[in-house]
């Protein structure tokens, strides 16, 4: 990287307050462009609602957010977008009654600069409609095309859900648990889907599966009660102390029993 | 599956199913009159023409939007008064303006007023823009008795709207004239209204009906969205209205009424708002019922609500929905096998029918007639409804009626499951088979 580059996301002193229940306490963290960083953590550490704060879906009570230098911080969810930052959600959030097609053209369309147009017909669109056939073959759901969003499978769900996530062409993407919910072998098939679709881009994705965060991520933030405790590579991670009291010891040992029962 | 995906090719056809759709719909509108030839008949023509103007302009809120506006008739019924207006302006002459611009006074009218009132109104969705339209509805209806200038007080304002010959002798002083002029607008605007359900914006109107959140997330402002879409519907929305104006060359403040606002969301919630051509089905009931409906029976609107409760009940997408359901049924050849349950589920139905009618006449002959010798004459029979055995035998009529109805819709849900599963099964096999 450059040095006279601004990093792709940083994140100064942010808090988030709910009432009275700080859930984000003065996390700082810098992401360079082109890297990929997962943020791991306990249930109820923060890692989504540290997504939600990046990704406007709700303000921050303090501090400051800037992509790519900029400060986006209180800015509305679609201004964060167009500025280049998309972003998945946990739990598939589709058009659902829209077609596999139709999703993903309809997370092209403002990309590709057709905004609020009345005036010209979709069909005509050719360049959005070949992105949207790309993409489709990317997230191999092409032979899905025509099927509404809600009769999809819960893989492919979340596959379309990636989808719509970087067909805009935004350099930042958060994926938020992208493989909740999967099996060992569906997992494994889209770790390598995740890591072809974001080739060149930032990534930031929060991840349960160890497994996932060691084998995706260039370097690691560990969030524990709205901190970042650690952030470094994973070899750093996992040989750190802190971590392994406050987080990973807990979460290895289950996963070894875990692969003791399999 | 994996070669040459990036750069497949779309074979594009001539859509030959298009042409022959629009066609026969160009062609129904110009014959109707041709076949209907009584007066009768071309005043519902006329009426279902604009109508169906009106519930298209709705649905492009409900359907397509997912917009549950109870204040349509504020863009329809102000679209009719500024028409009115402008008739008056130019049979006085000092507007040159020809009958056949007069509807676009009325669009201009209902762009303008969602454009004002819109805004506020789509700065929500939801059940916060459903209470925000009403409200918007009741103002405005509140001002048309507040402003007897514009709105004309109780008589309403009325104009003429043959003034103006000089167009190859057309003065659209004859019904068939008029009728022609509304067919013309109804084509156009229908084809204007599916044509803005392919663009980049009626696209994204879905998506913000489907899930708004997620539209905030791929660029889109959700409330810009739906303001534009909003401004639209009350474009075309103005236009059905200045038909009003020039149909019945009076309008006055019940055209902006809740009632009115609620006669669109009912039938365009009837024909069906899931499909494009739903509403236009709606408009045609809508017409139907208020006209030939209110001749048979004084208690028309009763029947109305039933057939609107049982339709939210056991047929949520409409008629339009109906139809669809059976010809995919009758596309893979299952349609043969159900009539049976379909002739049940009609004599159940038509005896069900006869029972609550039998209640709602007597009770409203009640109401009526007050002269007091409790007779009332139905189908030709006289009761005595003075009597308790007359009302024991009416609750013993209805009670067996519901019973076999639901006996029968529930054997012909059974009958139509299964159906549907055989269709699964067999899109399976083919898609397997692909």
Redesign the interface.
């Known amino acids: 990287m450059a040095s006279g580059q601004p990093p792709a996301v940083e994140l100064r002193g942010v808090c988030k307050r709910f009432g009275k229940t700080e859930i984000i306490r003065g996390v700082n963290l810098s992401v360079a462009a082109g890297e990929r960083v997962a943020i791991i953590g306990p249930n109820g550490a923060g890692k989504s609602t540290l997504f939600n704060l990046i ?1 406007g879906r709700f303000g921050p009570s303090s501090g400051e957010i800037l992509l790519h230098g900029r400060p986006i911080q209180g800015m ?3 201004e964060i ?2 500025a280049g930052l ?2 998945s ?1 946990q739990v598939s ?6 077609s596999v097609f ?1 999703n993903i ?3 092209l ?3 590709m600069g ?10 005509g ?1 050719r360049e959005v ?2 992105r949207t ?2 993409v489709l ?1 990317m997230i191999k759901l ?2 899905k095309r025509d099927h509404l969003a809600m009769n999809l499978t819960y893989a492919e769900q979340r596959a379309l859900e990636v989808g ?1 996530t970087i067909a ?1 062409g935004s350099s930042v993407i958060l994926l938020d648990e992208p493989t909740a919910g999967m099996s060992k072998s569906e997992t494994n098939r889209f770790v390598q889907l995740i890591r072809e679709v974001t080739v060149g881009k930032t990534l930031l994705t929060v991840e349960h599966d160890m497994g996932v965060v060691f084998g995706l991520a260039d370097r690691i933030a560990v969030l524990v009660y709205g901190e970042v405790l650690a952030f470094d590579t994973p070899e750093a991670v996992r040989a750190n102390a802190r971590v392994q009291e406050a987080y990973l010891g807990s979460v290895l040992a289950e996963s070894q029993a875990a692969g003791a029962q399999a | ?1 994996n070669t040459s ?4 090719f ?1 074979f594009k056809p001539y859509n030959v199913g298009r042409w022959v759709i629009w066609g026969g719909f160009a062609l129904l509108l110009i014959v109707a009159p041709q076949v209907f030839r009584s007066g009768l008949s071309l005043t519902l023509l006329s009426q279902m023409g604009y109508m169906v103007i009106i519930c298209l302009s709705y649905n492009l809120l409900l359907g397509q939007g997912g917009m549950l506006s109870f204040g349509h008739a504020v863009y329809t019924g102000l679209g009719a008064f500024f028409a009115v207006h402008a008739m008056n302006l130019a049979s006085s002459g000092s507007l040159p303006l020809p009958l056949p611009l007069i509807p676009l006074v009325g669009g201009l009218a209902g762009l303008g007023v969602a454009a004002l009132l819109g805004y506020p109104s789509t700065k929500k969705a939801g059940t916060p823009f459903a209470m925000i339209t009403l409200g918007v509805g009741e103002l405005v209806f509140a001002m048309s008795l507040m402003f007897p200038e514009f709105f004309g007080g109780e008589g309403g304002v009325s104009a003429n709207r043959v003034y103006d010959t000089r167009l190859f002798g057309i003065g659209f002083g004859p019904a068939t004239q008029v009728y022609y002029l509304i067919a013309f607008y109804t084509f156009v605007c229908t084809a204007a209204m599916f ?2 359900t ?7 109107l ?2 913000v ?3 708004p ?9 959700t409330q ?2 739906r303001y ?1 879409a909003f401004m ?1 519907s009350g474009f075309f929305a103005g236009i059905g209205g200045a038909f009003v104006a020039i149909n019945f060359e009076i309008v006055t403040a019940e055209t902006v009424s809740a009632i009115r606002s609620g006669g669109y969301l009912l039938f365009t919630f009837l024909g069906g708002a899931t499909f494009f051509f739903g509403p236009i089905i709606g408009a045609v009931l809508l017409v139907m019922s208020s006209v030939l409906l209110s001749e048979i029976t004084p208690a028309w609107q009763i029947y109305l609500g039933f057939v609107f409760l049982f339709m939210v009940m056991y047929a949520p997408g409409g008629v339009a929905s109906l139809i669809m359901m059976n010809l995919r049924v009758a596309a893979f050849g299952k349609l043969g096998r159900l009539w049976t349950s379909y002739l049940a589920l009609g004599g159940a139905g038509a005896v069900l029918l006869a029972a609550l009618s039998l209640v709602v006449e007597i009770v409203y002959h009640l109401q009526l007639d007050s002269s007091g010798d409790g007779s009332v004459k139905f189908f030709g029979v006289m009761l005595n409804v003075s009597s308790v055995d007359v009302w024991v035998g009416i609750a013993l009529v209805v009670a067996t009626a519901l019973g076999l109805f639901e006996f029968v819709r529930r054997s012909f849900l059974h009958e139509w499951g299964e159906a549907q599963t055989e269709i699964e099964k067999e899109i399976k096999r083919r898609e397997a088979a ?1």
């Open positions: 990704s509305k969810p679609y977008n167009r998309s972003r959600f959030n589709l058009f659902g009654r829209l139709e053209r309809c997370a369309l403002w990309a057709h905004r609020y147009e009345f005036w010209k017909f979709l069909a669109l409609n070949e056939d790309e073959a092409d032979r719509i805009g | 599956m995906t990036a750069h497949s779309h044509a803005f392919r663009t980049p914006l009626g696209r994204m879905n998506a009906r489907d899930n959140e997620r539209v905030e997330f791929v660029g889109y402002d810009r969205v534009l639209i692909l």
